[in-house]
């Protein structure tokens, strides 16, 4: 399952704090955390490092970030795409609803070419209305190429419970291993350990030799319950973006690493093919015993259950199913004193002169049948006329579109825009989407 670390919509108590006191917490105070046990999910409620801040919208939970200037907060790009500055502000505190400072965002900004669907690109800043009374934490800008098994501290106002969705507007902390260096972003596996829900934007810490926390990464996106994996945005990629001199420098045009192909993927055949980490994914579905499709309840395609068909299908069900009676009908018709109608796909005849009776059209039953002489009317009509001229209620196929007959109407449904195909349902035994 793959998604993004989506943005947090929690109330959040937050008010206006007068300037306090901030407590002390030099960026050592993280000795109670063991690198084994303690994790975002689940874990302990962390309240060092104070220039790692909550972003709330609305008064709601909404982000994570951290102070890297007086006025300039870095986050995600999905954190501020879309979205409005004068409803944003910088929480900083513990958590939200103990806010030592809240401070009023006065701009935003996306980096230029961060891509939603691709996930890529995914950093931005938020730029404070004024300085911030803390002291803002400085970036890595090394190359991470080579960082693969590097053990970073990663913090975050997000859920505790990826199942349930709870826990947010506290802040936590963990250590954890990367596992994946890509282009622009790095990955981590770490067992029961996680980024989630709310930690978007937030930090993953490279601490020195010194005892300094550089910020490496941001937090983008990982699997849907958080119980598998996450996904950074590399910080040392966008130093040009972000405001700091030296290390490697952006194009004017990143390169899309995926040609295209976006995380929401799409069918080739049986295969999904999507793109996630700044590479292109493949999965075969038939090796499942399954087909590529859209999956609603993910919201990206995937590999999902065939539907159920006939043991034995034909190669190609026909373009018509045959007429049983040959055009004759349910109303019937009259030849000579004979009535000639079709019933449950048969051809009946029944001779209205061996009972003293002549063929002629029923008024009270809606069909041709062996009346008395006396009940002919003095004008036979010759056929009664067919509403839906020559469509029957079987249906038919034109392209994409089904035609059929039903209570005298010509009816039509476009199936395309319902992203199926016209074809033969064998278990109603009509055209039908399918």
Not at 257 to 279: I, K
């Given at each position: 399952?793959?998604?993004?670390i989506?943005?947090?919509?929690?109330?959040?108590?937050?008010?206006?704090?007068?300037?306090?006191?901030?407590?002390?917490?030099?960026?050592?105070?993280?000795?109670?955390?063991?690198?084994?046990?303690?994790?975002?999910?689940?874990?302990?409620?962390?309240?060092?490092?104070?220039?790692?801040?909550?972003?709330?919208?609305?008064?709601?939970?909404?982000?994570?970030?951290?102070?890297?200037?007086?006025?300039?907060?870095?986050?995600?790009?999905?954190?501020?795409?879309?979205?409005?500055?004068?409803?944003?502000?910088?929480?900083?505190?513990?958590?939200?609803?103990?806010?030592?400072?809240?401070?009023?965002?006065?701009?935003?900004?996306?980096?230029?070419?961060?891509?939603?669907?691709?996930?890529?690109?995914?950093?931005?800043?938020?730029?404070?209305?004024?300085?911030?009374?803390?002291?803002?934490?400085?970036?890595?800008?090394?190359?991470m190429?080579?960082?693969?098994?590097?053990?970073?501290?990663?913090?975050?106002?997000?859920?505790?419970?990826?199942?349930?969705?709870?826990?947010?507007?506290?802040?936590?902390?963990?250590w954890?291993?990367i596992?994946?260096?890509?282009?622009?972003?790095?990955?981590?596996?770490?067992?029961?350990?996680?980024?989630?829900?709310?930690?978007?934007?937030?930090?993953?810490?490279?601490?020195?030799?010194?005892?300094?926390?550089?910020?490496?990464?941001?937090?983008?996106?990982?699997?849907?319950?958080?119980?598998?994996?996450?996904?950074?945005?590399?910080?040392?990629?966008?130093?040009?973006?972000?405001?700091?001199?030296?290390?490697?420098?952006?194009?004017?045009?990143?390169?899309?690493?995926?040609?295209?192909?976006?995380?929401?993927?799409?069918?080739?055949?049986?295969?999904?093919?999507?793109?996630?980490?700044?590479?292109?994914?493949?999965?075969?579905?038939?090796?499942?015993?399954?087909?590529?499709?859209?999956?609603?309840?993910?919201?990206?395609?995937?590999?999902?259950?065939?539907?159920?068909?006939?043991?034995?299908?034909?190669?190609?069900?026909?373009?018509?199913?045959?007429?049983?009676?040959?055009?004759e009908?349910?109303?019937?018709?009259?030849?000579?004193?004979?009535?000639?109608?079709?019933?449950?796909?048969?051809?009946?005849?029944?001779?209205?002169?061996?009972?003293?009776?002549?063929?002629?059209?029923?008024d009270?039953?809606?069909?041709?049948?062996?009346?008395?002489?006396?009940?002919?009317?003095?004008?036979?009509?010759?056929?009664?006329?067919?509403?839906?001229?020559?469509?029957?209620?079987?249906?038919?196929?034109?392209?994409?579109?089904?035609?059929?007959?039903?209570?005298?109407?010509?009816?039509?449904?476009?199936?395309?825009?319902?992203?199926?195909?016209?074809?033969?349902?064998?278990?109603k035994?009509?055209?039908d989407?399918?």
């Amino acid at each position: 399952m793959r998604k993004i670390i989506s943005i947090l919509a929690v109330a959040g108590l937050v008010a206006a704090c007068s300037p306090g006191s901030i407590e002390d917490i030099s960026p050592t105070a993280d000795d109670s955390f063991s690198r084994q046990d303690n994790k975002i999910v689940g874990g302990s409620v962390y309240e060092g490092l104070p220039a790692v801040g909550a972003l709330v919208y609305n008064g709601n939970m909404h982000c994570t970030g951290t102070l890297i200037a007086p006025r300039k907060v870095l986050t995600a790009g999905h954190c501020v795409s879309g979205f409005s500055a004068s409803r944003m502000q910088f929480v900083i505190g513990p958590r939200i609803d103990q806010a030592q400072y809240v401070i009023d965002a006065a701009s935003i900004q996306a980096h230029p070419y961060y891509n939603g669907s691709s996930i890529t690109n995914d950093i931005g800043l938020v730029i404070l209305k004024q300085d911030a009374p803390i002291a803002p934490l400085g970036i890595n800008t090394a190359s991470m190429n080579s960082w693969k098994g590097t053990s970073l501290f990663f913090v975050g106002y997000g859920v505790n419970n990826g199942y349930n969705q709870t826990g947010a507007g506290i802040k936590r902390a963990v250590w954890m291993d990367i596992t994946g260096v890509s282009t622009s972003t790095f990955s981590y596996e770490n067992p029961d350990k996680n980024t989630c829900n709310g930690d978007s934007g937030g930090p993953a810490f490279l601490k020195t030799s010194s005892g300094d926390y550089l910020v490496a990464g941001v937090t983008s996106y990982g699997d849907q319950y958080c119980n598998s994996y996450g996904v950074d945005t590399r910080v040392d990629a966008y130093l040009d973006f972000v405001g700091e001199t030296g290390g490697s420098t952006q194009p004017d045009q990143p390169a899309d690493p995926c040609n295209g192909e976006t995380y929401e993927g799409r069918c080739d055949g049986d295969t999904v093919v999507w793109c996630e980490n700044d590479q292109v994914n493949t999965q075969d579905c038939a090796a499942s015993g399954k087909v590529c499709g859209w999956s609603d309840q993910y919201g990206y395609y995937g590999c999902v259950a065939a539907p159920q068909q006939p043991d034995e299908p034909p190669d190609q069900p026909p373009d018509q199913p045959a007429d049983p009676c040959n055009g004759e009908t349910y109303e019937g018709r009259c030849d000579g004193d004979s009535v000639i109608w079709c019933e449950n796909d048969q051809v009946n005849t029944q001779d209205c002169a061996a009972s003293g009776k002549v063929c002629g059209w029923s008024d009270q039953y809606g069909y041709y049948g062996c009346i008395t002489a006396a009940q002919q009317p003095d004008q036979q009509p010759e056929q009664p006329a067919d509403p839906c001229n020559g469509e029957t209620w079987q249906g038919r196929c034109e392209g994409d579109t089904v035609i059929w007959c039903e209570n005298d109407q010509v009816n039509s449904i476009d199936c395309g825009s319902h992203g199926a195909s016209c074809g033969w349902n064998y278990q109603k035994g009509y055209y039908d989407c399918i």
